[in-house]
């Protein structure tokens, strides 16, 4: 149990202390904060921004980087009695991250709670390109699919037992109406063995003759009737043998037509998946060190306040030292060579091309790894459904072995049954006394209406088996009830996707209607995403978010205008409501607390103010980077941090 409050889905919430060392730009820090809002005060190069980077890595994301000196580095958040961690270790091939982050979603992290300036939400709506696959891209697809196909096979087999049901339960009249006829033909039976029970009787004057020839006739009875159970038997063996055979048939052509996929194949997809699953762990590791040696640089570049080592000038070009060219040569501070700045420059757009096509190889390992886990799965399913069949066959056989062996007693006892009822007959016959009263044809019929009794009352006990399993059928109602539960299931997970999509359209487009009521931009009347295409496909794959910005001018005229004439600052705004609206529509509050707002100079302090207000209704803890003269603007409830407030640990 935890000593923080919790917040109504559970997620453990209060007072937090975070530590850092060796990440980005920060040696050793220690911060704590509470739920609401917290602002990073001060002016760049304060490393405001490597301590929201080490909040995203301990939160589970992917933005910390390890410091460029250090071989390793660790971040931990505590909250209550939780201690989440995460910690990075410079190795031959890279930066390995390890340790019990607070989430295993990264890309919900990076996408909808990390928002830097190079949140990819930001940088897509900055550059006016299609947002449907940076905000859907958490949604595994793949998964969705894998249960929609697991749907509808369950859904099948359920339609195709309603329908032997349905069979079954259509046969209930006519098996009740032959119940009946077979009562009313053994009452009329039963009447007639009466009657000549009696008639026998009277004729049974010479008492021991009579019980001889009623021995005889009971005798002949019993092993009529012994037969005639014998050769029904005989009939159900043959009939089952029969059955088994045509299974036995039916499951080796199965096994005949199942795919072949070998041992040998699965250990090949599994050391292609291992392969793979370690090659994206290689590009994963290249990419954060080429980023980070890529971050480092810009920096470098991009700070105004730090000294680049510049070539010399020659004592006669006095004046050119004192106003050096832009393009003035410089020492590079990693080789110590003279190279002109541009050729600096030059060199980090080739790195950063690298970086980018690393991306790519990533992106294509991860949709291979995808595949090769299908074929896994598919494979797996073919060997369970052949071990299976080879377990059917056996006990089929062995079925078959069993009915052979019984069909084969059943006969031999049939054909000693015959030889004693010829027997049995020639005795009858020559009871002459028997004859000569007709007390040998009233036995004879008397025997015939008790072998005729016995065959209905088979067949009648067979109609009751055939009565109860009917009976024993599922319900035709829970049938149908679980096929409209599968389909309503297996409609749910086709409309997924699209109802996610919904979802941020919508949360957007409030969210946007919101924030413009509040920021009051004078020329923008309003900004909104429209849903195209997708319709019917479950995937998605062909769904775009149209951005449409609906501008009014002096004189109250409306018309549309494209994303790439907004300035800086309303570019940035739409871009933070789109990715709030991610974190709303992916549910992202439910498991992960947080905001990070950094890289907000471009919008003016008081539309901050008004724009923090605005998030903060959202997270729990909402952790902003400002300049000290943008956090001026926001009032005083807010805990602030300042730089010299990040104090060493120990």
């Not at 036995?443 to 015939?448: A, H, I, K, T, V």
């Amino acid at each position: 149990m935890t000593d923080g409050p919790q917040t109504d889905t559970g997620v453990v919430t209060g007072d937090a202390t975070l530590t850092a060392s060796n990440i980005g730009g920060i040696d050793t820090a220690q911060v704590e904060f509470s739920p609401g809002v917290t602002l990073l005060t001060g002016y760049n190069a304060t490393n405001r921004t490597s301590l929201l980077r080490a909040v995203n890595g301990v939160l589970g994301g992917t933005e910390a980087t390890l410091r460029s000196s250090a071989d390793e580095g660790e971040v931990s958040l505590t909250i209550g009695d939780e201690t989440y961690t995460r910690s990075y270790r410079r190795t031959g091939s890279g930066v390995v991250a390890s340790g019990e982050p607070f989430t295993d979603s990264e890309a919900l992290v990076d996408l909808f709670v990390s928002l830097f300036e190079d949140n990819e939400v930001r940088r897509t709506v900055a550059r006016g390109k299609n947002l449907h696959d940076v905000v859907m891209r958490p949604v595994d697809t793949a998964a969705i699919e894998r249960r929609i196909r697991e749907l509808q096979t369950e859904r099948e087999e359920l339609q195709r037992e309603q329908e032997r049901v349905a069979e079954r339960r259509n046969e209930l009249p006519e098996l009740e109406q032959r119940r009946s006829e077979i009562d009313e033909r053994i009452e009329t039976i039963d009447e007639r063995i009466a009657d000549l029970r009696a008639t026998v009787a009277e004729f049974e004057e010479d008492a021991e003759a009579a019980e001889d020839a009623n021995e005889i006739v009971d005798e002949l009875d019993s092993r009529r009737q012994e037969l005639s159970e014998t050769e029904d038997e005989i009939e159900l063996v043959e009939s089952e043998l029969s059955a088994l055979e045509t299974e036995l048939e039916e499951l080796r052509e199965e096994r005949a037509a199942l795919p072949g996929g070998s041992e040998a194949d699965r250990s090949d997809l599994e050391r292609t998946l291992t392969d793979l699953r370690q090659e994206k762990r290689e590009l994963d590791a290249e990419i954060s060190s080429l980023t980070t040696i890529l971050e480092f640089n810009r920096e470098i570049l991009a700070d105004e306040d730090h000294q680049l080592p510049s070539i010399e000038a020659e004592d006669e070009d006095v004046t050119a030292a004192l106003a050096p060219e832009p393009e003035q040569g410089v020492v590079c501070w990693t080789c110590g060579s003279r190279v002109e700045r541009g050729a600096i420059d030059d060199r980090l757009a080739e790195l950063e091309s690298i970086v980018e096509g690393r991306r790519s190889d990533r992106e294509d390992a991860a949709q291979r790894i995808d595949e090769v886990e299908d074929r896994l799965a598919e494979l797996e399913q073919q060997r369970q459904r052949s071990s299976s069949v080879e377990h059917d066959i056996e006990r089929t056989e062995e079925k078959i072995d069993q009915r052979e062996q019984r069909l084969e007693q059943l006969e031999s006892t049939a054909a000693t049954l015959r030889e004693a009822i010829q027997e049995l007959e020639v005795e009858a016959a020559e009871t002459e006394a028997l004859r000569e009263n007709d007390l040998l044809e009233t036995y004879e019929e008397l025997s015939e209406l008790q072998y005729e009794r016995g065959q209905l009352e088979q067949e009648r006990d067979d109609i009751d088996e055939e009565l109860a399993d009917i009976s024993d059928l599922p319900d035709p109602g829970d049938l149908s009830e679980q096929v409209d539960e599968l389909s309503r299931e297996l409609e749910q997970q086709r409309s997924h996707i699209t109802d996610l999509e919904t979802a941020v359209v919508e949360e957007f487009n409030e969210r946007m209607a919101d924030i413009l009521g509040i920021l009051q931009f004078s020329n923008i009347a309003r900004v909104w995403i429209e849903r195209k295409g997708g319709a019917g496909d479950a995937r998605g794959s062909e769904t775009t978010f149209d951005l449409h910005v609906i501008r009014e001018d002096e004189g109250g005229t409306v018309y549309e205008d494209v994303i790439d004439h907004l300035s800086e600052s309303e570019r940035e705004v739409i871009g933070l409501v789109v990715a709030l609206s991610g974190y709303l529509a992916h549910d992202v509050h439910e498991t992960v607390p947080f905001i990070t707002l950094d890289s907000l100079e471009a919008i003016d302090a008081e539309r901050i103010a008004d724009l923090v207000s605005y998030f903060a209704d959202f997270s729990s803890y909402l952790l902003v980077a400002l300049l000290p003269e943008d956090a001026d603007a926001l009032p005083d409830i807010h805990d602030r941090i300042s730089p010299a407030e990040f104090r060493p640990t120990g």
